[in-house]
């Protein structure tokens, strides 16, 4: 049984930075910021089960973890056998299927001997299990030497039906076609129902004459770490490393993005290409590795509303993004926030309003915290 720390404040260990939001936007949240679950190795992602009763997540040795949410301690529901662990690769990203109650599916992305691989999972949160692996998109491209750019976060779209699932991959960081190759998974953003059948808005769908693979809805992207969606309207957005600059935050538009280091994967490369789609908000010189995140929502967060909250690793913070009023294409302010936790991996907001953060440092010190805006 993990350490379980609930609401103490961790004053001394993290620091918030909250400069005013954009005018206009209103007043700065306040942040309460506590310890939901720590002692765990290497946190990847976060997810809630639809009825908000059940926090799900996950370690990159392979761990798939249940807390009873709001309070209660952590049970391991089961290990996944075939994860290898090497460098960035592992166990990755998780989703829960918005019709859990129903079919108790989650989905599980994650390195294998062969591959990178999203596999549906059968689960019962009690008693505790993990049973009928089924592999629903396989064959994405993996770096077997050093797991470098595996991606890979899965999410669904709120009020799809049938559900959606997108999928953002990396592009191993070692063969330089991969990015733009249309019949390539790696570096590219994937939709696919819960069976891993291909989206039927996705452009190979909708125009059959492009030579593209059906599940693919866009390319040119370089390592994906995140994707958001709001729950109150259309906007989405995917969060992605850069090089040695312009880590960025993408409107998920359908199309190229740019990413091309070409034979050889040249580096120096720029990040959008001429003819590529623009980021909404790029990092510059230097990058911080924006990591998961989610969109604000709700009363609660007053000037943040409809903000992007991203964790970063290199950075070692939480960054706010503000996008503009002009159906959110760009950015017009950053804020950086919560310091002093280190790494962080994955930022989503609970059932319960609150932003839950997991850090990813590594030797058995990693924790998920929660912020509570007032």
Same mark, same amino acid.
Request: one cysteine or more; aromatic letters at 8%.
């Given at each position: 049984?993990?350490?379980?720390?609930?609401?103490?404040?961790?004053?001394?260990?993290?620091?918030?930075?909250?400069?005013?939001?954009?005018?206009?936007?209103?007043?700065?949240?306040?942040?309460? $910021?506590?310890?939901?679950?720590?002692?765990?190795?290497?946190?990847?992602?976060?997810?809630?089960?639809?009825?908000?009763?059940?926090?799900?997540?996950?370690?990159?040795?392979?761990?798939? &973890?249940?807390?009873?949410?709001?309070?209660?301690?952590?049970?391991?529901?089961?290990?996944?056998?075939?994860?290898?662990?090497?460098?960035?690769?592992?166990?990755?990203?998780?989703?829960?299927?918005?019709? #859990?109650?129903?079919?108790?599916?989650?989905?599980?992305?994650?390195?294998?001997?062969?591959?990178?691989? /999203?596999?549906? #999972?059968?689960?019962?949160?009690?008693?505790?299990?993990?049973?009928?692996?089924?592999?629903?998109?396989?064959?994405?491209?993996?770096?077997?030497?050093?797991?470098?750019?595996?991606?890979?976060?899965?999410?669904?779209?709120?009020?799809?039906?049938?559900?959606?699932?997108?999928?953002?991959?990396?592009?191993?960081?070692?063969?330089?076609?991969?990015?733009?190759?249309?019949?390539?998974?790696?570096?590219? $953003?994937?939709?696919?129902?819960?069976?891993?059948?291909?989206?039927?808005?996705?452009?190979?769908? /909708?125009?059959?004459?492009?030579?593209?693979?059906?599940?693919?809805?866009?390319?040119?992207?370089?390592?994906?770490?995140?994707?958001?969606?709001?729950?109150?309207?259309?906007?989405?957005?995917?969060?992605?490393?850069?090089?040695?600059?312009?880590?960025?935050?993408?409107?998920?538009?359908?199309?190229?993005?740019? &990413?091309?280091?070409?034979?050889?994967?040249?580096?120096?490369?720029?990040?959008?290409?001429?003819?590529?789609?623009?980021?909404?908000?790029?990092?510059?010189?230097?990058?911080?590795?924006?990591?998961?995140?989610?969109?604000?929502?709700?009363?609660?967060?007053?000037?943040?509303?409809?903000?992007?909250?991203?964790? $970063?690793?290199?950075?070692?913070?939480?960054?706010?993004?503000?996008?503009?009023?002009?159906?959110?294409?760009?950015?017009?302010?950053?804020?950086?926030?919560?310091?002093?936790?280190?790494?962080?991996?994955?930022? $989503?907001?609970?059932?319960?309003?609150?932003?839950?953060?997991?850090?990813?440092?590594?030797?058995?010190?990693? /924790?998920?915290?929660?912020?509570?805006?007032?």
């Amino acid at each position: 049984m993990r350490k379980v720390l609930g609401l103490v404040l961790l004053l001394g260990v993290l620091t918030a930075c909250v400069p005013n939001p954009p005018p206009g936007r209103g007043a700065n949240p306040t942040l309460t $910021v506590s310890t939901a679950v720590s002692g765990f190795d290497h946190i990847w992602d976060i997810a809630f089960t639809p009825d908000g009763q059940s926090m799900v997540f996950d370690e990159r040795n392979g761990n798939i &973890w249940v807390k009873p949410f709001p309070s209660g301690s952590p049970h391991i529901i089961g290990q996944v056998g075939d994860v290898v662990v090497r460098g960035e690769g592992g166990l990755l990203g998780l989703a829960v299927d918005p019709n #859990f109650g129903s079919n108790h599916f989650i989905y599980a992305c994650y390195d294998t001997a062969a591959d990178i691989r /999203v596999v549906r #999972f059968t689960t019962d949160l009690a008693p505790f299990s993990l049973s009928g692996a089924t592999p629903i998109i396989t064959g994405m491209p993996v770096n077997a030497g050093t797991g470098r750019h595996s991606g890979c976060r899965p999410r669904f779209r709120p009020g799809t039906n049938p559900p959606q699932l997108f999928v953002g991959t990396g592009d191993t960081a070692s063969d330089g076609t991969i990015p733009q190759n249309l019949h390539s998974l790696g570096g590219k $953003v994937l939709c696919v129902t819960n069976d891993g059948s291909p989206c039927s808005n996705n452009p190979g769908i /909708v125009n059959p004459s492009l030579d593209i693979d059906d599940r693919i809805w866009s390319w040119g992207h370089r390592n994906l770490q995140g994707i958001a969606f709001s729950p109150t309207s259309a906007a989405a957005y995917t969060i992605e490393h850069g090089t040695d600059r312009d880590d960025e935050v993408n409107v998920m538009f359908q199309g190229n993005f740019g &990413w091309n280091p070409g034979p050889g994967y040249d580096e120096s490369q720029s990040m959008t290409a001429p003819g590529g789609i623009e980021a909404a908000w790029s990092s510059g010189l230097p990058t911080i590795a924006p990591s998961g995140g989610t969109i604000l929502s709700g009363a609660q967060w007053q000037g943040w509303q409809g903000a992007a909250a991203i964790a $970063v690793l290199k950075g070692q913070e939480l960054l706010i993004v503000f996008f503009d009023d002009f159906l959110g294409f760009g950015s017009i302010g950053t804020t950086f926030n919560m310091r002093g936790g280190g790494r962080l991996r994955s930022a $989503v907001e609970g059932p319960d309003g609150n932003l839950y953060v997991s850090t990813d440092n590594g030797g058995g010190n990693d /924790v998920i915290f929660r912020a509570v805006p007032s």
